[in-house]
């Protein structure tokens, strides 16, 4: 009872009288501060020990901060601080009396709680017969004290992992049943910490039973649980008066707004699963040495193998559980070889699970924020950059929502009045159009226009440039309508919709390396394309055109093709179906173009337009070096005459190719492509 306990040092027995009351343990207790005072803090762990607990708490152990058994208030690190940076760890004496003045070191909870090397069973063999015996664990009473709030949320991640799915590990909830949770907010930060970008600290939001806040003179006590309760009635505590409660809210809030939110974690999930193919994962693999200190740090991290210890005659076997690592050569080895055999493939799969594949499977994310995997790291590799630099946070712009379109309603037209004409080949003419409505301009590579003439069809024909004031299409003249159009000059004017449809997903090639591939007319759609690419050219790495005529007389924008491969940053390769006396390139279908080039498909990302045939050959051959459907683009042409997904005309499958395209991931069009009759 408390009458028996010792006053609080230095205070009158009066106020030891306002001490916490066993009975006292309703709802309103649950939350509310108390204070004990710094030469107390020592009865807390004699309490614990006195319950038959093992005591694990933080101490100084081989020149780092770590958890340990701890047997009273001195081993605790008095005075003692950390200094981290990427791949740095030192301690500082602090000069002062602050037991919890540091942030985390490389051991957490984990260590307790999911041991390593587990003994599991004993396997016999005696003849024909075999048995297998449980080996008996004896799992401590354990208490742990100084844990932080990223730890707490690491323990509820593992509680989730362990115990939330159909089959539970029995040893880790014998060990979790049994433990008793003694947090610490944080009144201090490392370089490192990112826990306020996970959602997870500075302070203790749950999962303890009970929480301090440090301050000068002793410690501000939140309780958490019963249990909790039951353990602060034995303690010589009283109400923590407003100052005190207002200073142990200040120092975490300063600690919040020190860390600020280095990993904006918005989106992050989806944001990360788009850049399988980000160059940037062989770049982390040129520094990273797959040594798996990330792994064996993290509070989080269960990945495990099961071992056996075998007698010598073979009669009985010991299997064990072990901490193990997907950074390990050997994690991902079958029988016929290693599906991660490369160090970039290891540490997609470590950051992918953390911050994306572990939501879909756990809830939450895999990581909470602690740091220690930058720390620990021997070569400083820090997750919060290749975050960012792998995954960037999509701003305002970067995905332009595609312009509302005039007269888009069937039979409403507004009129452009053409500018320029450029006789592109025999049968193919190039409008620039002027005077055209603001939306044309602020039109996107890929979209088409409703074209109209009098007495004519309407003809949906792609944009084949977007000028400051003028657009241009490009136009082969293949029946009455189209030879109209090819037919006008200058000041002629001409019945326009749009722009309508899907655009090239520009922003999704940025960081890969471009392929475009076309024949023929295809040339045109890409054009404003390969335009956007030129303008932006620091954001692709190689960028590389194969384009097929019928005859090199029948190549479009012949001055634009030379001028690009004289760039010196455009691979332009060109072939023929026939030469002429003066063609000394390739003759054959464009796809020979790439059959024997040693470009890596999987960093690559594919624009493809032409005839469907010629773009089903081109899907087969990029497919074959390893782009994913997702990473290839087509564009479709079908009987358009609404241009807004009304009329019915351009219906593929579940799409209508005017409204959901023309411009299609592979991926989205799934087994309609190339079908016949579809």
Same mark, same amino acid.
């Given at each position: 009872?408390? $009458?028996?306990?010792?006053?609080?040092?230095?205070?009158?027995?009066?106020?030891?009288?306002?001490? #916490?009351?066993?009975?006292?343990?309703? @709802?309103?207790?649950?939350?509310?501060?108390?204070?004990?005072?710094?030469?107390?803090?020592?009865? &807390?762990?004699?309490?614990?020990?006195?319950?038959?607990?093992?005591?694990?708490?933080?101490?100084?152990?081989?020149?780092?901060?770590?958890?340990?058994?701890?047997?009273?208030?001195?081993?605790?690190?008095?005075?003692?601080?950390?200094?981290?940076?990427?791949?740095? !760890?030192?301690?500082?004496?602090?000069?002062? /009396?602050?037991?919890?003045? !540091?942030?985390?070191?490389?051991?957490?909870?984990?260590?307790?709680?999911?041991?390593?090397?587990?003994?599991?069973?004993?396997? *016999?063999?005696?003849?024909?017969?075999?048995?297998?015996?449980?080996?008996?664990?004896?799992?401590?009473? &354990?208490?742990?004290?100084?844990? /932080?709030?990223?730890?707490?949320?690491?323990?509820?991640?593992?509680?989730?992992?362990?115990?939330?799915?159909?089959?539970?590990?029995?040893?880790?909830?014998?060990?979790?049943?049994?433990?008793?949770?003694?947090?610490?907010?944080?009144?201090?930060?490392?370089?490192?910490?990112?826990?306020?970008?996970? @959602?997870?600290?500075?302070?203790?939001?749950?999962?303890?039973?009970?929480?301090?806040?440090?301050?000068?003179?002793?410690?501000?006590?939140?309780?958490?649980?019963?249990?909790?309760?039951?353990?602060?009635?034995?303690?010589?505590?009283?109400?923590?008066?407003?100052?005190?409660?207002?200073?142990?809210?200040?120092?975490?809030?300063?600690?919040?707004?020190?860390?600020?939110?280095?990993?904006?974690?918005?989106?992050?999930?989806?944001?990360?699963?788009?850049?399988?193919?980000?160059?940037?994962?062989?770049?982390?693999?040129?520094?990273?040495?797959?040594?798996?200190?990330?792994?064996?740090?993290?509070?989080?991290?269960?990945?495990?193998?099961?071992?056996?210890?075998?007698?010598?005659?073979?009669?009985?076997?010991?299997?064990?559980?072990?901490?193990?690592?997907?950074?390990?050569?050997?994690?991902?080895?079958?029988?016929?070889?290693?599906?991660?055999?490369?160090?970039?493939?290891?540490?997609?799969?470590?950051?992918?699970?953390? #911050?994306?594949?572990?939501?879909?499977?756990? =809830?939450?994310?895999?990581?909470?924020?602690?740091?220690?995997?930058?720390?620990?790291?021997?070569?400083?590799?820090?997750?919060?950059?290749?975050?960012?630099?792998?995954?960037?946070?999509?701003?305002?712009?970067?995905?332009?929502?595609?312009?509302? +379109?005039?007269?888009?309603?069937?039979?409403?037209?507004?009129?452009?009045? %053409?500018?320029?004409?450029?006789?592109?080949?025999?049968?193919?003419?190039?409008?620039?159009?002027?005077?055209?409505?603001? $939306?044309?301009?602020?039109?996107?590579? @890929?979209?088409?226009?409703?074209?109209?003439?009098?007495?004519?069809?309407?003809?949906?024909?792609?944009?084949?440039?977007?000028?400051?004031?003028?657009?241009?299409?490009?136009?082969?003249?293949?029946?009455?309508?189209?030879?109209?159009?090819?037919?006008?000059?200058?000041?002629?004017? %001409?019945?326009?919709?749009?722009?309508?449809?899907?655009?090239?997903?520009?922003?999704?090639?940025?960081?890969?390396?471009?392929?475009?591939? *076309?024949?023929?007319?295809?040339?045109?759609?890409?054009?404003? &394309?390969?335009?956007?690419?030129?303008?932006?050219?620091?954001? #692709?790495?190689?960028?590389?055109?194969?384009?097929?005529?019928?005859?090199?007389?029948?190549?479009?924008?012949?001055?634009?093709?030379?001028?690009?491969? $004289?760039?010196?940053?455009?691979?332009?390769?060109?072939?023929?179906? /026939?030469?002429?006396?003066?063609?000394?390139? +390739?003759?054959?279908?464009?796809?020979?173009?790439?059959?024997?080039?040693?470009?890596? =498909?999987? /960093?690559?990302?594919?624009?493809?337009? @032409?005839?469907?045939?010629?773009?089903?050959?081109?899907?087969?051959?990029?497919?074959?070096?390893?782009?994913?459907?997702?990473?290839?683009?087509?564009?479709?042409?079908?009987?358009?005459?609404?241009?807004?997904?009304?009329?019915?005309?351009?219906?593929?499958?579940?799409?209508?190719?005017?409204?959901?395209?023309?411009?299609?991931?592979?991926?989205?069009?799934?087994?309609?492509?190339?079908?016949?009759?579809?």
């Amino acid at each position: 009872m408390v $009458a028996s306990e010792p006053p609080i040092s230095g205070q009158p027995a009066s106020l030891a009288a306002q001490a #916490f009351r066993p009975g006292e343990t309703g @709802g309103s207790q649950l939350g509310a501060d108390w204070f004990l005072a710094r030469p107390n803090l020592g009865v &807390l762990i004699d309490a614990l020990r006195a319950d038959g607990r093992t005591v694990v708490g933080p101490r100084v152990v081989d020149g780092a901060i770590t958890y340990a058994e701890i047997e009273s208030a001195d081993d605790l690190p008095i005075g003692v601080g950390d200094e981290q940076a990427p791949g740095h !760890y030192r301690l500082v004496e602090r000069g002062d /009396r602050r037991a919890f003045d !540091y942030t985390v070191g490389p051991l957490s909870p984990k260590r307790w709680t999911f041991p390593s090397p587990l003994s599991l069973n004993v396997g *016999t063999r005696d003849g024909r017969d075999v048995t297998f015996e449980r080996v008996a664990t004896e799992t401590p009473r &354990l208490a742990f004290i100084g844990v /932080r709030a990223c730890e707490l949320a690491a323990l509820g991640i593992h509680d989730r992992v362990m115990l939330g799915g159909p089959y539970t590990d029995e040893d880790y909830r014998t060990r979790r049943q049994g433990a008793l949770v003694i947090a610490v907010n944080c009144s201090t930060s490392s370089s490192t910490c990112f826990c306020t970008s996970m @959602g997870t600290g500075p302070a203790a939001r749950g999962g303890y039973d009970l929480a301090l806040t440090e301050l000068d003179e002793g410690f501000v006590v939140r309780i958490g649980s019963p249990a909790g309760a039951d353990l602060l009635a034995r303690l010589p505590v009283r109400a923590a008066d407003g100052d005190q409660r207002a200073s142990a809210a200040e120092a975490v809030a300063a600690v919040a707004k020190r860390i600020g939110d280095p990993v904006p974690s918005a989106g992050l999930h989806d944001r990360l699963m788009a850049q399988f193919d980000s160059p940037q994962w062989a770049k982390i693999a040129e520094r990273c040495l797959s040594c798996a200190n990330c792994t064996m740090v993290c509070p989080t991290c269960f990945c495990n193998t099961v071992i056996q210890q075998s007698a010598l005659d073979g009669s009985t076997s010991t299997s064990e559980r072990i901490w193990d690592s997907c950074f390990t050569a050997g994690f991902a080895r079958v029988a016929g070889g290693n599906f991660r055999s490369r160090p970039r493939d290891r540490y997609r799969q470590w950051l992918t699970h953390k #911050f994306a594949t572990w939501v879909d499977q756990f =809830g939450s994310f895999g990581c909470v924020g602690c740091g220690r995997c930058i720390t620990w790291c021997p070569v400083g590799i820090d997750v919060r950059a290749e975050l960012l630099a792998i995954a960037p946070p999509l701003t305002p712009g970067r995905e332009p929502a595609a312009p509302r +379109p005039v007269a888009a309603a069937p039979g409403w037209y507004v009129s452009g009045r %053409v500018v320029s004409v450029r006789q592109e080949t025999s049968d193919v003419t190039t409008l620039t159009v002027g005077d055209v409505d603001d $939306a044309f301009l602020a039109g996107q590579p @890929g979209q088409f226009a409703m074209l109209d003439l009098p007495s004519f069809p309407q003809l949906p024909i792609s944009i084949s440039r977007f000028g400051r004031d003028t657009v241009d299409f490009t136009i082969r003249a293949a029946g009455p309508a189209t030879a109209a159009l090819t037919a006008l000059g200058p000041r002629d004017e %001409v019945g326009l919709r749009g722009p309508l449809g899907t655009s090239w997903p520009i922003e999704r090639a940025m960081g890969h390396d471009v392929v475009i591939v *076309t024949g023929g007319i295809g040339l045109a759609p890409l054009r404003p &394309l390969i335009d956007s690419l030129v303008a932006q050219r620091d954001q #692709f790495d190689a960028i590389r055109l194969y384009y097929g005529a019928r005859t090199p007389s029948d190549q479009l924008y012949q001055e634009e093709l030379r001028g690009w491969g $004289a760039r010196g940053d455009i691979d332009v390769q060109l072939t023929v179906d /026939r030469a002429d006396d003066a063609w000394t390139g +390739p003759v054959g279908v464009v796809t020979h173009l790439f059959d024997r080039a040693t470009w890596d =498909g999987s /960093r690559s990302v594919a624009f493809v337009c @032409g005839p469907e045939r010629m773009m089903e050959a081109t899907v087969d051959a990029l497919e074959a070096r390893d782009l994913a459907p997702d990473r290839i683009f087509v564009t479709l042409e079908r009987h358009m005459q609404c241009g807004i997904g009304l009329c019915g005309h351009c219906q593929i499958g579940r799409l209508f190719v005017c409204r959901d395209g023309p411009v299609f991931a592979l991926a989205q069009l799934g087994d309609i492509f190339g079908r016949e009759g579809i």
